[in-house]
C-alpha cells in the first residue's frame, strides 16, 4: 500500500492550503484515514480522520486546536482524502503525514509526508 501525499507549501497567516492523500487501492480497504503533523521538536499529533466505511463512513473527528478551520473529506472515485485548511496560524507548520488503517489486518501505512509552513 502506497500513500501519496501533496499539496503542502509556504503561505502567509490566514492563508489556505489544500492537502491530498492519494492510496494505491481503494480506500474502501481502509477503516480509518487521516492526517497528522510533527512539528520540530515535537511529537506526532492527531489532525483530523475520516472513516471509511462503504455504509457507515464518512465520520469525521478533528482535534481541538483545528476544529473550525480544517475540513477533512474523502473522494471514494479518486482513492483519494483531502484536508482544506483555511485560517493558518504560525503554530500549524509542520510536516504533514498521511495515515491509513487497513480494516482486514489493522496494519497502519503512512505517507512521506509534506511540509506546511506557515509564515510572514
Known amino acids: 500500500v502506497q500513500l501519496q501525499a501533496s499539496g503542502g507549501g509556504l503561505v502567509q497567516p490566514g492563508g489556505s492550503l489544500r492537502l491530498s492523500c492519494t492510496a494505491s487501492r481503494s480506500i474502501f480497504s481502509f477503516i480509518v484515514m487521516g492526517w497528522y503533523r510533527q512539528a520540530p521538536g515535537k511529537q506526532r499529533e492527531l489532525v483530523a480522520v475520516?472513516?471509511?466505511?462503504?455504509?457507515?463512513?464518512?465520520?469525521?473527528a478533528y482535534a481541538d486546536s483545528v476544529k473550525g478551520r480544517f475540513t477533512i473529506s474523502r473522494d471514494n472515485t479518486k482513492n483519494t482524502v483531502y484536508l482544506q485548511m483555511n485560517s493558518l496560524k504560525p503554530e500549524d507548520t509542520a510536516v504533514y503525514y498521511c495515515n491509513a488503517e487497513e480494516r482486514s489486518t489493522r496494519v497502519n501505512y503512512w505517507g512521506q509526508g509534506t511540509q506546511v509552513t506557515v509564515s510572514s
Open positions: 475520516v472513516t471509511s466505511g462503504i455504509t457507515s463512513g464518512g465520520n469525521t
